[in-house]
């Protein structure tokens, strides 16, 4: 959040649900498309669920960069 904060080029969503990450994957990959790149952080089955929506919307998979957490 601190670096967030001070890089306005940064932006950090926590969605409570599917249906608001969901939303909140089809606006910024319709904004973004491939020019920026989407940092997933979180259970694996949630990142491949993230990942199946992103390229359902055209985003190349190097552009997504994961950080799975493992034991759940």
Do not use: C
């Not at 249906?19 to 952080?41: D, F, P, V, W």
């Not at 960069?65 to 493992?70: I, K, R, W």
């Amino acid at each position: 959040d601190k670096i967030a904060k001070n890089n306005n080029k940064l932006t950090i969503h926590y969605s409570t649900g599917r249906r608001e990450l969901a939303t909140l994957i089809n606006n910024y990959s319709n904004q973004y498309q491939n020019n920026g790149y989407y940092y997933l952080s979180g259970t694996p089955d949630m990142i491949k669920w993230v990942t199946e929506n992103l390229k359902a919307n055209n985003i190349r998979k190097n552009r997504l960069l994961n950080d799975p957490f493992y034991g759940y």
